[in-house]
């Protein structure tokens, strides 16, 4: 647990330095808000989280976040362009129904999107499913099968050739190695164990 | 997704009991305006308060009741009291709603009948009640009488204001007449616009009592008037605070153990009918509804409640200010707004497009909802998610 907590910690620096000081942002699948206390803590970010659970909403409740509990999708459709300046999607993507329509509605919601995700390309996850043949399990995806949610796991590749195909400028990348910590230079998609995108339309 | 790992657990204090309590009267001895134009020399509202004021005189928490609440909501008048004030699960010592940390205010609306001023208050042009003759009332009418019970009282400025139902209209005009008095909002179970299928029942309660012969176009006497008309009324209107599911989980089709006419002082219906073959009250639901009537007429006015429902038809804050966004622009206060997933009288829906709009017009608003069968009046629930939400956004670290 401890090492998913640092993990968490990178994850949290990095979309902090991207983030500008005092700008409205919205996070897609906030959890206990945790990502958007530390933006309003550190960069005095006017934050707010959409989640579907009601103890995910009392936990940003007691933090001090501002949240809403109910589809993202249906929220941002309820706002005008370009009303954030930056939406966050961090860890949430291989979670969703259709991500293409979460994506491109949040370029639409906001001025910018953050996009986070554990490479599915990565080579340990690889072995996983090559050697042992089963579901890949290390610190991220910690559950056996029978006891996952049906998830639609994302690897670099797929994600930039989305981008590249629904036209999505891609203004900022971080790939990081399995630690999370060192940046990953070398074929990020079989070396990096996670991935941080900045984009727009 | 951020957050595997749990929180720290909340260990809320051991609940205690507000206790014994008392009812005070504010007299307003000026003339007050109506937002109708009409204006009444002066006016009396009934009011409790539990805890504390602070020395810097701003912890207080306003209590707003729904349509046929009163400002009793907490504690006992006598030990021989049957039952506590309508939210005691709620407010007390380590509840909810902490009364070692707030100052809990709730007044009866102006308009009601337990004790604020209302058609049911002596007319003293005429000695008689006033009936007719008094104001009409809008929500925004009750907010400012509040408000003035609220500067009568010294306060600096309000902790929070809260309420479900018609209490949560009163929190949003809160909310919008008077921003930089209030810190934080929360309706429960509420609208911004009252639709039409509420307005239609609303409709239907006025018009059992409007044909009651009895209520002679408002002119009866104290403890007279539209009684059959008045309980038809609540009976109808206590079937919209619940759902299918709820009232099939308490009565199902499960059948009275004595058979109670249909229509008091009459023989029974279908007298020449095997027992089982007549009108007579033979369902629970039905048996559990007419109890709800009685009780009703014997605390209840029927003007009143013309008044209090008429004044719900007119609350549309879109309406009233061209648009949502507009109506909250000028909102200061941080807002929680809570809804329950089994309410059709106010439905989730609604309760979001609440949220959805303070959010549009750049306020700090929280949205959540609770899953329960109970129908509207969920939010009277016993629920310790929502107890534990509500303590928390009124001790929430960040001023919001």
New interface residues.
């Given amino acids: 647990?401890n090492k998913?907590?640092e993990k968490?910690t990178v994850d949290m620096q990095i979309i902090g330095d991207w983030v500008e000081p005092g700008s409205r942002v919205l996070?897609l699948?906030?959890?206990?808000?945790?990502?958007l206390d530390y933006l309003?803590q550190t960069k005095q970010v006017?934050g707010?989280g959409v989640d579907l659970d009601?103890?995910k909403?009392?936990?940003?409740?007691?933090?001090?976040v501002?949240?809403?509990?109910?589809d993202m999708e249906a929220?941002m459709r309820?706002?005008?362009d370009r009303?954030f300046d930056r939406v966050i999607c961090?860890?949430?993507v291989q979670?969703l129904a259709d991500p293409a329509a979460v994506i491109l509605e949040a370029l639409r919601a906001g001025r910018a999107v953050t996009v986070g995700f554990v490479n599915h390309g990565y080579w340990k996850n690889r072995v996983d499913a090559f050697f042992h043949g089963r579901k890949p399990r290390n610190p991220v995806y910690t559950t056996e099968w029978f006891e996952s949610r049906p998830a639609n796991p994302v690897s670099i590749a797929d994600f930039e050739r989305f981008c590249a195909a629904k036209g999505i400028t891609i203004t900022r990348r971080a790939l990081l190695r399995g630690d999370w910590h060192t940046p990953c230079g070398f074929r990020p998609n079989l070396f990096a164990g996670y991935a941080l995108y900045d984009l727009t339309r | 997704?951020?957050?595997?790992?749990e929180?720290i657990p909340?260990v809320p204090p051991e609940p205690g009991e507000v206790g014994l309590v008392e009812p005070h009267d504010f007299v307003h001895a000026q003339p007050f305006t109506f937002e109708s134009g009409q204006v009444l020399p002066g006016f009396t509202l009934r009011y409790e308060t539990y805890g504390r004021l602070n020395a810097a005189r701003d912890n207080t928490v306003v209590i707003c009741h729904a349509l046929s609440g009163d400002h009793h909501c907490a504690g006992i008048h006598a030990l021989t009291d049957a039952k506590p004030g309508w939210w005691n699960n709620f407010i007390g010592p380590g509840k909810a709603i902490d009364t070692n940390q707030f100052f809990v205010l709730c007044a009866n609306v102006l308009g009601g009948c337990q004790g604020s001023s209302g058609p049911s208050s002596t007319d003293p042009r005429t000695g008689r009640p006033f009936g007719l003759a008094f104001p009409f009332v809008t929500i925004r009418d009750m907010v400012h009488a509040q408000k003035l019970l609220c500067d009568h009282l010294g306060l600096a400025s309000l902790a929070a204001v809260i309420g479900g139902s018609m209490g949560g209209m009163l929190v949003l005009q809160w909310g919008i007449e008077y921003p930089a008095f209030v810190r934080r909002l929360i309706p429960l179970a509420t609208t911004a616009r009252e639709s039409a299928q509420a307005i239609a029942f609303n409709e239907v309660g006025r018009q059992a009592i409007m044909q009651d012969p009895e209520w002679n176009h408002g002119d009866y006497p104290k403890g007279g008037g539209p009684r059959v008309g008045l309980a038809v009324a609540r009976m109808m209107a206590h079937i919209t605070y619940l759902s299918d599911e709820s009232m099939d989980q308490k009565f199902g089709r499960r059948r009275t153990k004595r058979l109670t006419p249909a229509t008091s002082g009459l023989p029974p219906a279908g007298a020449n009918a095997p027992a089982a073959y007549t009108f007579d009250v033979q369902f629970e639901v039905e048996s559990y509804l007419r109890h709800q009537g009685e009780s009703f007429i014997n605390r209840f006015d029927a003007n009143s409640y013309l008044y209090i429902t008429r004044a719900l038809d007119h609350f549309d804050l879109t309406a009233a200010h061209g648009s949502l966004e507009q109506a909250f622009a000028a909102v200061e206060a941080?807002t929680?707004s809570v809804a329950f997933t089994s309410d059709w009288l106010f439905p989730s829906a609604q309760n979001?497009e609440i949220?959805?709009a303070l959010?549009?017009a750049g306020k700090?608003?929280?949205?959540?909802?609770?899953?329960t069968n109970l129908g509207h009046d969920s939010f009277l629930l016993e629920s310790e998610?929502l107890y534990?939400?509500v303590r928390?956004?009124l001790g929430?670290?960040?001023s919001?």
């Fill in positions: 647990m998913l907590v968490r996070d699948g906030c959890g206990r808000g945790v990502l309003q006017r707010l009601f103890h909403i009392l936990g940003c409740v007691r933090r001090g501002t949240a809403y509990q109910g929220f309820a706002f005008p009303f961090s860890r949430t979670e | 997704m951020n957050d595997a790992e929180d909340i941080g929680l979001r949220v959805l959010l549009r700090r608003a929280s949205y959540a909802e609770l899953a998610d534990t939400l928390s956004f929430s670290p960040r919001p």
